[in-house]
């Protein structure tokens, strides 16, 4: 896939980019390629597909107008870095957090940072469960969002209690959630947090739909979440 391809995707996004941006995504993507063949980052290998299903998936984020200016945000379970550090490229002014509990990703993470030059972006290796409850991040962000591969009531009390009160947490989902979102709404609640909209994305050049799930934070989250380790997944709220 060429960079013109990728615009084009971009562009039925609503999302523009410069020429410097999409150089820093090419080098991204081609980091991503090199150190998967040791370090099996992602299970999305190929070019058209990093670009589609990694880049523009996590750029459909600035459809929410909540990522135009400089905002602390944590992405958590972050994986190769989506959303987050494809975030972070196309807003430099965001002060993001990458965290992830595998360090082999953080340390794959912390080389593109080095090599695009990015200010103001930290990686973690920690548990959510275990960050969660620090005073330096607990209530300290804008927005938490999550990419990672758990349901939607386990991943609030992963998230939840990063954010401030007035603040965001944004799921990234596939296409069927209805079901998901019913479950979660007493865990949402006892959390802070109040369902305030469910957009659907199409992405570009494929059939396939994603769903972000935005929940506003309206009350502190009580101190006894999130759970201990392993907690919040084996026993959801």
Same mark, same amino acid.
């Given at each position: 896939m ?11 996004? +609503? ?16 980091m ?63 002060? !993001?957090?990458? !965290? ?33 409850? =620090? ?14 591969? =758990? ?20 799921? !990234?989902? +596939? ?6 979102v ?26 396939i739909?994603?769903?972000?799930? !935005? ?14 380790? +392993? ?7």
């Amino acid at each position: 896939m060429t960079n013109s391809v990728f615009t084009d995707s971009l562009k039925e996004l +609503g999302v523009i980019l410069d020429c410097d941006t999409l150089q820093k995504y090419e080098i991204y993507k081609d980091m991503l390629v090199e150190w998967n063949e040791k370090f099996n980052i992602t299970t999305i290998t190929e070019e058209d597909e990093i670009y589609i299903k990694h880049f523009c998936d996590s750029l459909s984020l600035i459809n929410t107008k909540l990522f135009d200016d400089k905002k602390r945000v944590i992405d958590v379970g972050t994986g190769g870095g989506f959303p987050g550090l494809v975030l972070k490229i196309y807003n430099e002014e965001l002060d !993001m957090t990458l !965290m992830d509990s595998l360090n082999k990703r953080i340390i794959f993470l912390n080389e593109v940072i080095k090599n695009l030059n990015l200010s103001d972006v930290k990686t973690i290796h920690k548990r959510a469960e275990e960050l969660g409850i =620090a005073n330096e991040h607990r209530e300290k962000y804008d927005i938490a969002v999550s990419r990672a591969v =758990a349901s939607l009531n386990t991943l609030s009390e992963y998230c939840l209690p990063f954010v401030k009160v007035g603040g965001y947490f944004i799921a !990234m989902k +596939g296409p069927d959630v209805k079901e998901e979102v019913e479950e979660s709404k007493n865990a949402i609640d006892i959390l802070g947090g109040e369902l305030e909209s469910i957009k659907e994305i199409k992405l570009p050049y494929l059939d396939i739909t994603h769903t972000l799930i !935005m929940i506003k934070k309206v009350k502190q989250t009580p101190n006894k979440y999130p759970r201990q380790q +392993g907690k919040p997944k084996k026993n959801p709220l």
